[in-house]
């Protein structure tokens, strides 16, 4: 049976990579993207959903539904509206795509809330189901305290967020992902829910070169164009703050390719937490509180080595093909 696959995401420029990919994977791994919920943190949560609709409309996929998650963190209060921070809006330009015109979907995000969705979409297709979230990790948290089941309802949940091995990319010891809600990202990884941690260990392996895009933008379509000049602003941020890859990070859509291929990956099972306080705050690291680290059975298996070879030929295969229309 052809899986489904849902991505939990705030849609700037590697969560649209990550919409590609999946969207031009449908054949080749037998998954469907039957849904995008939306979160915040390269933008807010408007500005993702119309990011999600515009994308999968010039994508050729407008089947594709946008559904609302939840919008601010976990301890934020009521009234906390979040925004962008300065850096966050240069890494994706201030609407999250790099600053690139596309039209607005003549689409509506769905009425149902995200949590919703994602909940009743777990007991519907079970093991069939996929989730991938690739921002803050508020509206997964919800899921898994209203349905504590979920991780043996779904086939997987593979999550872009964390750093094991290497430093944080917001603080020494924090990737942004995890640092938007570390709250959440902690109740979800000591919830026993089983996870994939597809992290800056990995991510920052697997690098998108302004060589690699050329190939998008010979298209010639709308789509090709819109891909590489996208991308271009994103390796031009890489620039000013790591020249040392040459290109840009492929965080998202890795998060994607390892939750449909995990062969894709190593991995290394732990029993992980977030630090909340100090300096460290947003960690991910071994759970010594709870003396979870001699568990026998580890709930979080982390990414420590990918193929890249093999992940990025598919990738850019793919995309080129599916923007080549």
Same mark, same amino acid.
């Not at 080749?28 to 849904?35: C, E, H, N, S």
């Not at 979040?82 to 995000?109: E, K």
């Not at 070879?309 to 080129?320: E, P, V």
């Given at each position: 049976m ?15 990579l990550?919409i590609?990919?999946?969207l ?10 039957i849904?995008?919920?939306?979160t915040?943190?390269n933008?807010t ?8 609709l515009a994308?999968?409309?010039?994508? +050729? ?8 998650g939840l919008d ?13 921070s300065a ?8 609407n999250?795509i790099g600053?690139m015109?596309i ?9 149902? &809330?995200?949590?919703?969705f994602?909940i009743d979409a777990a007991?519907t297709?079970?093991?069939?189901l996929?989730?991938?979230p @690739?921002g $803050? ?9 209203r349905?504590?089941?979920i991780?043996e309802?779904?086939g ?5 967020? +964390?750093?094991?091995t290497v430093p944080?990319n917001?603080?020494p010891g924090?990737e942004a992902?995890?640092m938007q809600d570390?709250e $959440?990202?902690?109740?979800i990884?000591r919830?026993?829910?089983e996870?994939t941690?597809?992290g ?5 392996? &697997?690098?998108? @070169?302004r060589r690699?895009?050329?190939?998008w933008?010979r ?7 819109f ?17 040392e890859?040459?290109g840009c +990070?492929?965080?998202d859509?890795?998060?994607?390719a390892?939750?449909?291929?995990p062969?894709?990956?190593?991995t290394?099972?732990m029993?992980?937490q977030?630090d909340l306080?100090? $300096?460290y ?6 759970d010594?509180?709870h003396?979870?680290? @001699?568990y ?5 298996q ?14 850019l295969?793919?995309i ?6």
């Amino acid at each position: 049976m052809t899986r489904k696959l849902i991505l939990d995401l705030d849609t700037g420029i590697d969560d649209t990579l990550a919409i590609a990919y999946a969207l031009a994977s449908e054949q080749a791994d037998d998954v469907r993207l039957i849904g995008i919920t939306g979160t915040y943190g390269n933008v807010t949560v408007e500005t993702g959903m119309r990011n999600a609709l515009a994308v999968t409309d010039l994508l +050729g996929h407008p089947e594709v539904s946008v559904y609302p998650g939840l919008d601010r963190p976990s301890t934020a209060p009521e009234n906390f509206r979040y925004s962008p921070s300065a850096g966050t809006r240069r890494i994706h330009g201030d609407n999250g795509i790099g600053d690139m015109t596309i039209p607005d979907s003549r689409r509506s995000p769905e009425t149902t &809330a995200a949590a919703d969705f994602i909940i009743d979409a777990a007991h519907t297709y079970g093991k069939d189901l996929v989730i991938v979230p @690739t921002g $803050a990790m508020t509206t997964i948290a919800e899921v898994c305290r209203r349905e504590p089941r979920i991780g043996e309802l779904v086939g997987s949940i593979t999550f872009m967020g +964390g750093a094991l091995t290497v430093p944080g990319n917001v603080t020494p010891g924090a990737e942004a992902n995890i640092m938007q809600d570390p709250e $959440a990202a902690d109740a979800i990884l000591r919830s026993g829910v089983e996870t994939t941690m597809i992290g800056l260990d990995v991510t920052h392996q &697997a690098v998108l @070169t302004r060589r690699d895009i050329e190939r998008w933008r010979r298209l010639g379509t709308a789509a090709g164009d819109f891909l590489a000049g996208m991308t271009d602003f994103y390796i031009d941020a890489y620039s000013a703050t790591q020249p040392e890859l040459e290109g840009c +990070g492929m965080h998202d859509p890795l998060a994607v390719a390892a939750a449909l291929d995990p062969t894709l990956v190593t991995t290394l099972g732990m029993n992980l937490q977030v630090d909340l306080e100090g $300096a460290y705050r947003g960690r991910t690291i071994g759970d010594r509180a709870h003396d979870r680290l @001699t568990y026998s059975h580890k709930t979080t298996q982390v990414a420590v080595r990918v193929d890249i070879a093999r992940f990025k030929s598919q990738f850019l295969d793919r995309i080129t093909a599916l923007a080549s229309h």
